[in-house]
């Protein structure tokens, strides 16, 4: 772990550390609920350089496919699960900084 205190860290900084390093979050009983790296989560998952290059190539699929309605369907359904992601690893994100500061005031008071 850096030793660098979060206080002297910048957003970006504080980031960077928190994508490099496996995030493990528990329950009230200790167990583990998820563990995962987040450079992982956000490791791009596609060809498409940017978001209008995706529209464009749903809209040509949909157009081409046989049944467009269910393309579609299937397609947004796959948007929220990675809209999902990225609002938890958003979360976890806010969860690790407030754990270092949390870590570093005990730190303080010993």
């Given at each position: 772990m850096n030793s660098t205190s979060s206080a002297t860290m910048t957003e970006q900084e504080l980031f960077a550390r928190f994508v490099d390093e496996k995030f493990v979050r528990r329950g009230k009983s200790g167990r583990i609920n998820r563990a995962y790296f987040p450079s992982m989560a956000l490791a791009p998952t596609s060809e498409y350089e940017?978001?209008?290059?995706?529209?464009?190539?749903?809209?040509?699929?949909?157009?081409?496919?046989?049944?467009?309605?269910?393309?579609?369907?299937?397609?947004?359904?796959?948007?929220?699960?990675?809209?999902?992601?990225?609002?938890?690893?958003?979360?976890?994100?806010?969860?690790?900084?407030?754990?270092?500061?949390?870590?570093?005031?005990q730190a303080g008071a010993a």
């Open positions: 940017d978001l209008n290059e995706f529209l464009e190539q749903v809209a040509k699929e949909a157009a081409a496919s046989d049944d467009p309605a269910n393309h579609l369907i299937e397609i947004a359904g796959e948007l929220k699960g990675y809209v999902d992601l990225l609002r938890m690893v958003a979360f976890d994100f806010q969860v690790f900084k407030d754990r270092l500061e949390e870590n570093e005031t």
